[in-house]
């Protein structure tokens, strides 16, 4: 805990009596200064509340109630101050946030705040655990418009009726907008700008315990803070620059106990070093939930309105990716109300839906010009009177707002405008009231900023667009005279280049506004109200090649270039992104490698619905393609890298890919590439940092123990991945002795894939022993090894003791009776393992009677594969028995195993007792008709089997007209596959028949069955009335092309294959 000093009776008794305001603000200070804002403690208890003490803090009371009047007694409209009940927790800033333009980082990141931690609001400022002390400096960021100054101000509210920080005495906000009014200012007379009620008289008391400074909008202060070049200050009488004031205040020179809020955008808050902040937060945007309830505010009383509008955004990736942001999500209901509610025809409105931002934001200009902003969408017949006074004004505010983009200015002060010759008194117009907010600041003195931060980049684009056509200089520096720069194009080339020189990303959006209103759509909807009719429409064409000259073959694609092709978007000048969307869905996308479609590429995986679930990129990559790609791959949620021949310097890319705090991948396959162990441990490494990612696939790969080795250690301390598959490696022994050592100790991974792995009985042990102890892992596949029986007897000694693992596949591994014996012992006491895979092993009947005895105690077990064992007419039969009173399995799998008629008849026998199996698979045994019919008698009283397969299985024309006379009676089965018998007519007629009457078949394989034409007529005329089967397979049957078309014709709701 932080050492707090204490007051002395004479430090308390100089406080009390100051007389004079100055001195009264001197106590003050002088006290937060030396002990924190520790401010003289009065005699009796402190309250809960700083409304509800009863002692003299009637200051205190009264800069409540001043607070209260300055933030408003109710929240804004649309912000939804529930939401901001918990901020998320993160640990500094990422790379994203740091360079890139607030709309790249809701794009990039596909609108998903990333954290695995939140904080309620009650708790922001209180200790994170018991040995932990209070955060002095606290950052909250977020994006424009996400809601921070509405954070501030619900918090404000909620301090001031006791409801949150009651730990602090005193909450002092202060916001950027007023401190950017001075030019120097001392710490007393900060603190008595906002806490005014501490310079009255009869002072008692002033604020006990804790006190917090909020610093509201870093961003928008005018000089950025500079850390290493200010000099320290102690004295808070001193008058010196603000941003040296703010800075030695975090710096903890001044007011060294104080709490110190801030709140910034990303980009801005990384002035501050990271070494000096205790925490750190972000606000989340909006669900899909909150973006309905946003817009339910916005357009309260029309619902078949606000249904068009919802639909219209989830149309529009992009669009509903931004409506995640509270402030944009309130510009798109205006735009999208007024649009709807106006009075264009219904094919006008559909045809002028806004396709892209530049389109909506003219939607939102219409709005503004008709008159109010929101005059129940009526388009007001005073457009065409205002529309020269409206150009004229917007021109003037747009020079302001590009000049103040190209500064990195966004809050305007009376000065500002009259540099600029906006006319004060017109600022309070309705088309000025849709642009622009005013706010007073503490000085008295008011501070105008747009709306959002994307209206200032849509009027200073449309400046541009106007101004462009005249100017003869550089329209960025305004300075010298520039000839050769003549004409729109030349203006266009300039802003490009700036925009792709910017490392901040500050004029991307600009220049996709500049692009955007080159489109004949937005031309026709701004015509007469900001742009002239046809302007500069013969230049778009060759703008875009300006665009498209821009992509260079960098080593990879940035942000800028991606920016590029939101550009060409919004020119409505698509070619590019729609020839790279389309060889992604047609897998010729490995023909494409130049860096236009590259750039097209990493554009896609933005928004892209063929990329939304999963990022395929299988079958196309190159090393050089992958390179150019990192940085976008960052922020793909699944990504399949599968079949790209990448080998080992590739995984060093992709680790530190999967290495960066940015990094968002939660599924990564890379299956099927010739990565060994120099590329595991590359991967290995990343496992170390990596906080995302779930499931990581490396089967078909050639890593050996080496590599297995660095993965298990990395699983030591990795606690996200959930899933790991090594299937077909080389990892052997000793490299599943290093997971059988991980196991131990981690408790995420669930799925553990390890089949074909050249694993022996040694393998095996070294996990049993792990299983006896890990209580995480559900499914561990390790089938197509040699365990044989040691290893067998190991896992069964396991899985008496583990009480975790769910399924456990062993097919292929040489199990013989004697393991398969231990194995089941095991299951006497197991009460988790639900599903057992035993195929391909050497079980024969003697094995099987320890099954059945295991399925006769066994109440948890509820798939068994059996499916080419030994098992024989006698095992099956002991199996079969079991099965009549076991209560628990529903899937069992007996294919391939010599079964003939006396166990179908066993098992036809367990099918009348059993209630829980639904699939029975016996393809590929000689059942023969006295088998199937057998079958078929159970399936007229059995009602849970859903699936039976018969495959392969001898069975005639008797057996298929027992099994016909079942499905006119049964109403549970679902699947039945008769796949490879004999069938004939006679079969055929009589499953045609029960077809007619049956409703619950839905899947029907009478592959190579000899049904013939016949066979095909009378099938054709059982699906002309039944309406339930929804495929029937009647392939390798010699009916004919009039069969076929028979059957065709007879069925529009069921799925023929011929």
Excluded at 144 to 160: E, N, Q, S, Y
Excluded at 628 to 654: A, T
Excluded at 901 to 911: I, K, S, V
Aim: one cysteine or more.
């Amino acid at each position: 805990m932080r050492k707090q000093e204490v007051r002395t009776d004479g430090e308390t008794c100089r406080a009390y009596n100051a007389v004079s305001p100055a001195e009264q603000v001197k106590a003050l200070v002088d006290l937060l200064a030396k002990n924190g804002g520790q401010l003289l403690q009065a005699p009796s208890k402190m309250p809960d509340s700083p409304l509800g003490s009863q002692s003299n803090d009637s200051r205190v009371r009264r800069h409540c109630e001043a607070l209260l009047s300055r933030v408003g007694n109710d929240p804004e409209l649309g912000s939804l101050s529930h939401r901001l009940a918990s901020l998320l927790l993160v640990e500094g800033l990422t790379d994203l946030q740091l360079k890139e333009h607030d709309f790249t980082q809701v794009e990039a990141t596909r609108g998903v705040w990333h954290s695995t931690r939140a904080i309620t609001l009650d708790r922001l400022f209180l200790p994170l655990s018991r040995v932990s002390i209070p955060p002095r400096i606290s950052v909250t960021v977020g994006v424009a418009g996400i809601g921070k100054t509405t954070l501030v101000r619900h918090f404000v509210r909620c301090w001031a009726r006791g409801q949150v920080g009651k730990n602090f005495s005193l909450v002092l906000p202060l916001t950027f907008r007023d401190l950017n009014t001075y030019e120097k200012l001392s710490a007393d007379k900060l603190i008595h700008s906002v806490f005014p009620n501490a310079g009255e008289g009869n002072l008692e008391v002033t604020a006990p315990d804790r006190v917090l400074l909020v610093l509201d909008g870093l961003d928008e202060c005018k000089t950025p803070l500079e850390f290493s070049n200010t000099i320290a200050c102690t004295d808070p009488k001193k008058e010196i620059q603000v941003d040296h004031l703010i800075t030695n205040i975090i710096r903890g020179n001044l007011f060294p106990e104080i709490s110190v809020w801030i709140t910034s955008r990303p980009s801005a808050a990384g002035q501050v070093p990271g070494g000096l902040v205790d925490r750190m937060t972000e606000i989340r945007g909006l669900t899909e939930e909150e973006i309905k309830a946003c817009l339910e505010q916005i357009i309260p009383e029309d619902q078949n309105l606000l249904g068009r509008v919802l639909t219209q955004i989830k149309a529009n990736k992009a669009l509903y990716l931004m409506c995640t942001v509270p402030a944009f999500c309130r510009l798109v209901g205006l735009a999208l109300g007024h649009l709807y509610h106006s009075n264009l025809a219904v094919q006008d409105t559909e045809l002028l839906l806004p396709q892209t931002l530049c389109e909506l934001y003219s939607w939102y200009f219409r709005m503004a010009f008709g008159g109010e902003g929101q005059d129940k969408g009526k388009v007001s017949p005073r457009i065409e009177q205002m529309a020269q006074g409206a150009r004229k004004m917007v021109g003037t505010l747009g020079r302001l707002a590009f000049h103040g983009l190209v500064k990195k200015k966004y809050v305007f002060y009376e000065q500002d405008m009259k540099a600029f010759g906006v006319d004060l008194t017109l600022l309070q117009s309705a088309l000025c009231g849709c642009l622009l907010q005013r706010e007073e600041t503490l000085a008295s003195s008011a501070a105008y900023c747009f709306t959002h931060l994307s209206l200032q980049e849509f009027v200073a684009a449309t400046y541009y667009y106007s101004a462009s056509k005249r100017a003869i200089f550089d329209l960025f520096t305004e300075s010298g005279m520039s000839w050769p720069r003549l004409g729109f194009l030349t203006h266009f080339r300039c802003a490009a280049q700036r925009a792709t020189q910017a490392q901040d990303g500050r004029l991307d959006v600009f220049l996709r506004f500049l692009s955007g209103l080159l489109s004949p759509r937005v031309n026709t909807l701004l015509a007469g109200s900001l742009l002239a009719q046809g302007e500069h429409q013969n230049y778009r064409a060759q703008a875009a090649e300006v665009l498209q000259g821009l992509l260079r073959p960098d080593t990879a694609v940035c942000a800028r270039g991606i920016n590029v092709l939101y550009c060409l978007h919004e020119m409505q000048h698509t070619e590019l992104a729609r020839s790279v969307e389309e060889a992604m869905r047609s897998g010729t996308l490995a023909g494409l490698t130049s860096p236009s479609h590259r750039t097209a590429l990493a554009y896609l995986l933005q928004l892209s619905d063929i990329c939304s679930q999963e990022a395929n990129l299988s079958l196309c990559l190159s090393q050089s393609v992958l390179q150019s790609l990192l940085p976008q791959l960052l922020y793909c949620q699944s990504l399949r890298l599968d079949n790209n021949q990448f080998q080992d310097p590739v995984m060093e890319l992709l680790g530190s890919v999967l290495s960066g705090k940015d990094c968002r991948i939660q599924n990564l396959s890379l299956a099927e590439n010739q990565i060994g162990n120099k590329g595991a441990k590359a991967l290995a490494r990343s496992l170390l940092v990596n906080r995302s990612l779930t499931t990581l696939d490396l089967r078909s790969n050639t890593i050996g123990p080496q590599g297995a080795k660095a993965l298990g250690d990395a699983l030591k301390i990795n606690r996200t991945l959930t899933s790991l598959s090594l299937q077909s490696n080389v990892i052997k022994d000793d490299g599943v002795m290093c997971m059988a050592e991980a196991l131990v100790s981690n408790q995420t991974i669930v799925i553990l894939q390890l089949q074909k792995n050249l694993i022996g009985p040694k393998g095996a042990q070294q996990l049993a022993d792990a299983l006896k102890q890990n209580k995480s892992l559900k499914e561990l596949m390790f089938s197509s090894n040699t365990i044989g029986d040691g290893g067998a007897m190991a896992l069964a000694e396991a899985l008496k003791v583990n009480q975790g693992l769910e399924n456990l596949d062993l097919q292929s591994n040489a199990i013989s009776n004697t393991g398969v014996a231990v194995l089941m012992r095991a299951l006497h006491v197991n009460q988790t393992l639900s599903s057992l895979n035993l195929r391909e092993n050497s079980i024969s009947p003697e094995g099987a009677r320890a099954l059945a005895q295991a399925l006769r105690k066994n109440s948890t077990l509820r798939h068994l594969d059996l499916t080419a064992n030994l098992l024989h007419d006698q095992g099956a039969q002991a199996i079969a028995v079991a099965v009549g009173e076991n209560h628990s399995l529903t899937h069992l799998h007996l294919q391939w195993n010599f079964i003939q008629a006396g166990a179908a008849r066993a098992l036809g026998q367990a099918l009348q007792l059993n209630r829980t199996l639904t699939t029975l698979d016996l393809q590929e045994n000689a059942i023969g008709d006295d088998g199937a019919s057998a079958l078929a008698g159970a399936l007229k009283v059995n009602t849970t089997l859903t699936a039976l397969y018969l495959q392969v299985a001898s069975i005639g024309t008797q057996g298929a007209q027992a099994l016909g006379e079942a499905l006119a009676v049964n109403r549970t089965l679902e699947i039945l596959d008769l796949r490879g018998n004999d069938i004939g007519v006679a079969g055929a007629k009589a499953l045609a028949n029960a077809l007619k009457l049956n409703s619950s078949l839905r899947r029907l394989n009478l592959q190579e069955n000899s049904l013939g034409m016949d066979g095909a007529i009378y099938i054709a005329a059982a699906l002309s009335e039944n309406r339930g089967l929804r495929h029937i397979n009647l392939q390798g049957n010699p009916i004919g092309e009039s069969g076929a078309r028979m059957i065709s014709e007879a069925t529009k709701t069921c799925m023929v294959e011929m």
